[in-house]
């Protein structure tokens, strides 16, 4: 059961990514991102990682997929692309090149045996926040000084000009 | 629910980053309190910090402390960079301060983010840990995007700020996914980890490709050839100041961070990096100094010039052990003098006109400096000299640097490199005493005005004189302490 679960939300994983690329109009493909985000979330709620899950949806799925409509909307005002594409001799590179890739990626897998599960058990989000404040702690505190100057950053480059 | 131990906090270890961070907090506080007309006072509050970031690292030099889990360790190694970029920023601070009141830019929030850009150069000098240098990486590069655009109605600095952003993000995304193969391989992030399972298993396919991986992030941020396209248009839309810091300070880091991680967690893949380090040193020497001597635009011609000299440092650490590596962060110091000079007298020579007009060119084509020794013969004199260092004439700093690193090459077996590397050197003095000749002996076009450097810019050129002037007559007291520096790298 659980086992046909995967696969089905694998499949629409992969068939949401076939969506994007195939689909011209870019707010129809990044609406297809969006479910393969989301059913990626699912794959690895399955796997039991439950905070990578939650990670995923909101990270990926939610902020990540609003500045990818936000930036179509502001730079392409066209329906759709179209014109001759000026890249043709990289788009005969990429069928190549994506085989090569799908390759590598099989060779890889079959030679990888997965091994399970890690021995200690699925990481809980407790064990994680417990991490972060202990092992972790200066990255955790770093990332704050970082985030601090990203905000001075965004108010100085946004910020009108008096006058 | 138990509740979480206390972690230890080795405050120690974070002395000087923990100084400049606080610093550029307080700015951003006193900036909301009167005067608000001039922000003067600001960048006095951001160098009063740097500078007692400066006077720890003096006092603790000789100390060796580690802690957050060997994240971080302040050792001699991490001190000397963290005074290179100490001075790198004051410099930079006491340039800033005249010239944004010119260009009608000044702002509270940009000593901020200078504290900011310098509070993640110091975590590169002392990371331990991949992780560390990821975000020492990002805060950097975080606070330089943004200085890099603040002449936000001059199009080459809105065009320099995102151009720099697009590259530099897709750098780090190759630096993380460089780490997060790394930890796959060794299980860790710290840096003797990775040594130790580098190792066990030095031609694990896993590591070999995220070592790769990180050194192309790296090549990206300390601008080596064929990662350097960012370099020159950076380097020319940027505020004139902030190029500076961009080609001192950050380089610096950068620098810093990369010959750490590569003696000591990757030592057992000595001989596969040194290959590739050699072809990046070649490349970045040769590309660097001969398209430079195509600009006429002075930015861009210290950007491909700067390239050149990545390249001189690749080479001593292609050279590697104790003289290579020392001559690196003596070849670092020296630079960091010359290069914020060099800048510093484009700053102070920038063209004002009668009112603070932020959308004009400043003063960068070489054309303009015709004169400039009858104009302002100090400045002029001033140039003068910080080229000559970057060109390596005796006895100023910049030609001892040349001398260890080439040395080291030549000593370690690395002839054909070494020269190269000369042959080079000799090409660069083409394109840098060719502003000497301009100044000097050619009239200007046009009426020009005579300049007057202000008391700030003053300092800072005679502070950078002097360092190229006390590292070129006596280098050997500063040989010795790089040397002590890097003697933890290499035990």
């Known amino acids: 059961m659980a086992r046909a679960a995967f696969v089905l939300v694998a499949l629409l994983a992969v068939g949401a990514a076939l969506g994007l690329v195939i689909k011209k109009n870019v707010i129809h493909g990044a609406m297809f991102l969006v479910v393969n985000m989301a059913s990626i979330a699912a794959l690895y709620y399955m796997l039991g990682a439950e905070f990578l899950a939650v990670a995923q949806i909101v990270v990926y799925a939610g902020a990540i997929m609003v500045l990818f409509i936000f930036a179509i909307m502001f730079l392409i005002p066209g329906k759709d692309e179209t014109g001759p594409d000026p890249r043709r001799w990289q788009r005969a590179l990429a069928l190549p090149l994506g085989a090569l890739l799908l390759i590598l990626l099989l060779a890889v897998v079959a030679a990888v045996r997965g091994t399970g599960p890690p021995a200690a058990g699925p990481a809980t989000s407790g064990a994680l926040y417990r991490a972060l404040l202990t092992d972790y702690l200066l990255p955790f505190e770093l990332t704050s000084i970082l985030l601090l100057a990203a905000i001075v950053g965004v108010m100085v480059l946004a910020k009108r000009r008096p006058g | ?491």
């Open chain 2, 1 to 491: 629910m138990t509740p979480i131990p206390a972690p230890p906090i080795a405050w120690n270890a974070l002395l000087p980053i923990l100084v400049l961070a606080g610093t550029a907090m307080l700015v951003l506080l006193a900036d909301l309190l009167p005067p608000r007309e001039s922000k003067q006072h600001l960048g006095a509050l951001a160098l009063a910090g740097i500078i007692a970031a400066l006077v720890i690292a003096l006092v603790r030099w000789g100390t060796d402390v580690c802690g957050f889990r060997d994240m971080v360790r302040l050792d001699g190694y991490a001190l000397f960079f963290d005074i290179v970029i100490a001075y790198a920023a004051a410099l930079v601070v006491l340039l800033s301060m005249d010239y944004l009141r010119r260009r009608g830019a000044e702002s509270g929030e940009y000593y901020a983010l200078v504290l900011f850009a310098a509070c993640g150069m110091m975590l590169l000098a002392s990371a331990g840990d991949l992780i560390i240098v990821f975000l020492g990486i990002e805060l950097m590069s975080l606070s330089l995007y943004v200085l890099a655009g603040l002449f936000k109605s001059r199009r080459q600095s809105s065009e320099a700020s995102m151009k720099y952003f697009l590259l530099g993000v897709f750098a780090s995304a190759f630096l993380l996914y460089g780490i997060a193969l790394l930890f796959g391989a060794a299980g860790s992030t710290n840096f003797e980890r990775v040594a130790a399972a580098a190792a066990r298993n030095p031609h694990d396919t896993l590591l070999l490709i995220g070592v790769a991986l990180l050194l192309v992030g790296f090549g990206f941020k300390i601008s080596s050839v064929p990662f350097h396209m960012w370099a020159p248009d950076v380097y020319e839309g940027a505020p004139t100041s902030v190029t500076a810091l961009i080609a001192t300070g950050s380089k610096a880091a950068a620098f810093a961070a990369l010959i750490r991680f590569l003696t000591t967690a990757l030592r057992p893949l000595q001989p596969d990096w040194t290959a590739l380090l050699w072809i990046l040193a070649a490349l970045s020497m040769t590309v660097g100094n001969v398209v430079a001597i195509a600009q006429t635009n002075l930015k861009r011609m210290l950007a491909y010039s700067s390239i050149a000299h990545v390249g001189y440092m690749l080479v001593g650490l292609v050279a590697g052990g104790p003289q290579g590596t020392s001559a690196i962060l003596f070849y670092l110091f020296a630079y960091v003098f010359t290069t914020a000079g060099t800048f510093g007298v484009l700053t102070l020579c920038e063209r004002t006109g009668g009112t603070p007009e932020p959308d004009g060119d400043g003063a960068v084509d070489v054309r303009e400096y015709a004169g400039l020794g009858r104009r302002s013969p100090a400045l002029a004199f001033a140039l003068t000299f910080f080229l000559l260092s970057l060109v390596g004439i005796p006895p100023l700093a910049g030609f001892f640097g040349k001398f260890y690193l080439f040395g080291a090459a030549v000593r370690a077996g690395y002839v054909w490199l070494a020269v190269i590397a000369v042959l080079n050197s000799a090409v660069a003095a083409y394109y840098y005493l060719r502003v000497v000749v301009y100044m000097y002996m050619r009239e200007p076009e046009g009426a020009a005005a005579t300049l007057a450097p202000s008391f700030a810019g003053g300092l800072a050129l005679a502070i950078a004189f002097i360092g190229i002037v006390l590292l070129g007559v006596m280098p050997a007291p500063f040989v010795e302490l790089a040397q002590v520096a890097v003697a933890p790298l290499l035990r």
